[in-house]
């Protein structure tokens, strides 16, 4: 016989089933929800860190591409100019001949050998650090000379070979005197210079560069 408190029995149960099956179907859900926001956040993850490592890969190559066209860098030159003298003298001093030579030289200071450099990239291509050799002397060279004054008797004649060797003389000298000074030095602080504004003009926005 079917009776009212069947009827209710019967609706709480089906009450009961319908909610339990909706909890199974929230778990399921929110599972599915927890899982697609795990995968998407290491899938984030996992982009970006390709897309670091590209970056990174991009730039050590394009430094290492303007670094391997460099023969050399100048980072200094110096100007100079002096006079030679030379005399020659025969017969008790009574034949003599001289010759006044002015001439102009230029020293070249810089970084002979790039493969020297050493180049640091951080991961994430933000930062470089940059260790550079020091600078050494490129060139010493006679850019130009005249006489200045000249004598030259028949039995004792200056030979241009004579001019020249003392010219080279002094060239040395000229050279010497500028190391002396300082202009290694200045050529580091130069070069320092020029790399941090070229890796700077590469888009690093923090360069360090210093000299070993």
């Known amino acids: 016989m079917y009776t009212e408190g069947m009827s209710r029995k019967k609706v709480h149960e089906k009450m009961k089933g319908w909610f339990s099956r909706l909890a199974v179907k929230l778990v399921v859900i929110l599972c599915l929800v927890a899982f697609a926001v795990g995968a998407g956040y290491y899938t984030v993850r996992a982009v970006r860190r390709y897309l670091q490592e590209q970056r990174y890969q991009a730039k050590s190559a394009m430094v290492e591409r303007e670094l391997v066209q460099c023969a050399e860098l100048c980072t200094l030159k110096g100007n100079y100019a002096d006079l030679v003298n030379i005399k020659k003298r025969a017969f008790m001093g009574l034949a003599r001949s001289y010759s006044i030579v002015k001439f102009k030289g230029q020293l070249r200071a810089g970084i002979k050998d790039f493969s020297q450099i050493l180049v640091t990239i951080s991961p994430d291509g933000n930062s470089v650090v940059v260790a550079l050799p020091s600078c050494e002397l490129l060139s010493n060279e006679i850019t130009g000379f005249a006489v200045f004054d000249d004598f030259q008797n028949v039995f004792i004649p200056i030979e241009t070979q004579e001019v020249l060797s003392e010219i080279e003389k002094a060239r040395d000298e000229a050279g010497l005197d500028f190391i002396r000074q300082g202009f290694l030095q200045e050529a580091n602080t130069h070069a320092v210079t ?13 360069v360090s560069v210093y000299v070993n």
């Not at 020029?194 to 923090?206: C, D, K, L, T, Y």
């Open 194 to 206: 020029v790399f941090q504004s070229f890796f700077a003009a590469m888009g690093f926005r923090n």
